[in-house]
């Protein structure tokens, strides 16, 4: 799997995941949330995705009932919160206390 | 006789011309409908020509993608067609400018460099000539608003645990 960069742009896109990480995201809708053009969004959600640190799934939703079409989301997966931790972790002056309380994959 | 010709004539002539102005004005609102119509199918378009820029492998899944996330893109410029091509053209010249750039962060490499001026041409005649474009069927109705996340999906992933409280702007649930 590809390495990760976590330039500043990066960073800015995985703590707007970790404002709720189990929660999946629309592209559009992290467009929003991070002030990011489509042109600097998606070459990192895609960058993140090989790396394996976000899951993009098609949504489940029958076109025709819903009268749009089925969109993507990202997710962090267990893999990419674990890392996105202790990436930020080492790149913020403030140490995540949250990562303390992190259990991956584990029964708490 | 000389008063009735004259008559005649003037009638002819102001006939003439509620005619022509008639005409004149059809033919100028034709010409808006046509170039709102031709200009609505630039970001799709621009969508379409940045997915050529992409490997084959992927394109069908970005085509996916972007068109759905421009029909949310779109949302809300019904009835304001400069506001909806400023909006839909940004977000869609943004997917063409980076499609190599998305291709590469898959892990796959561009088929194609796009240089700038050469795309530019390339999108002008592709607009002009585009008519088979298929009508905006995949956007939003208002009949159809827009539903949230927790009716989308019909189960919230779970896959991450936690334990204690999280301070910050992570909100964490406790196991």
Redesign the interface.
């Known amino acids: 799997m ?1 390495e990760v960069r976590l330039t500043i742009p990066v960073q800015h896109v995985l ?1 707007h995941f ?7 995201m ?3 809708e992290l467009m929003q949330g991070t002030g990011f ?4 969004l ?6 993140l ?2 790396a394996g640190w976000l899951a993009r799934e ?4 029958d ?1 025709t009932l ?8 990202y ?4 893999d990419g ?1 674990a890392r996105a931790c202790q990436e930020l972790g080492e790149h913020s002056a403030r140490p ?3 990562s ?9 | 006789v000389t008063g009735l010709v004259a008559i005649a004539v003037g009638s002819g002539l102001a006939v003439g011309g509620a005619l022509s102005g008639l005409v004149r004005a059809m033919i100028g609102e034709m010409a808006n409908e046509e170039a709102q119509t031709r200009l609505g199918r630039i970001p799709r378009a621009l969508i379409r020509l940045a997915l050529h820029r992409v490997p084959v492998d992927l394109r069908d899944d970005l085509a ?2 972007w ?3 421009l ?3 779109l949302v809300g410029t019904e009835g304001l067609p400069l506001t909806r091509l400023l909006r839909g053209t ?6 063409f ?2 499609a190599g ?7 796959t490499v561009s088929r194609r460099r796009a240089h700038p001026a050469v795309a530019l041409a390339l999108f002008a005649v592709f607009v002009w000539l585009i008519s088979a474009v298929p009508p905006a069927t ?4 208002p ?2 608003p ?2 949230p ?1 927790s009716r ?3 189960s ?18 406790p ?1």
């Not at chain 1, 997710?75 to 267990?78: G, I, M, Q």
């Not at chain 1, 303390?100 to 708490?108: D, I, M, N, W």
């Not at chain 2, 919230?156 to 936690?162: A, G, H, I, N």
Request: net charge positive; charged share 20%.
């Open positions: 590809p703590r970790s404002a709720d990480i189990t929660r999946p629309y592209g559009y053009r489509s042109s600097e998606y070459p990192i959600l895609a960058r995705v090989a098609r949504e489940t939703v076109p819903a009268g749009r079409p089925a969109r993507f989301t997710v962090l997966t267990p919160v995540p206390h949250w303390a309380h992190l259990r991956v994959g584990g029964s708490g | 996916a993608e068109d759905s996330e029909g949310f893109v940004t977000f869609a010249v943004g997917i400018w980076s750039a998305i291709a590469a962060g898959f892990g995949i956007m939003p109705t009949s159809s827009l539903q996340m989308v999906h019909s919230k992933p779970s896959r991450v645990r936690f334990s204690g409280n999280c301070p910050g702007r992570v909100r964490c649930r196991a």
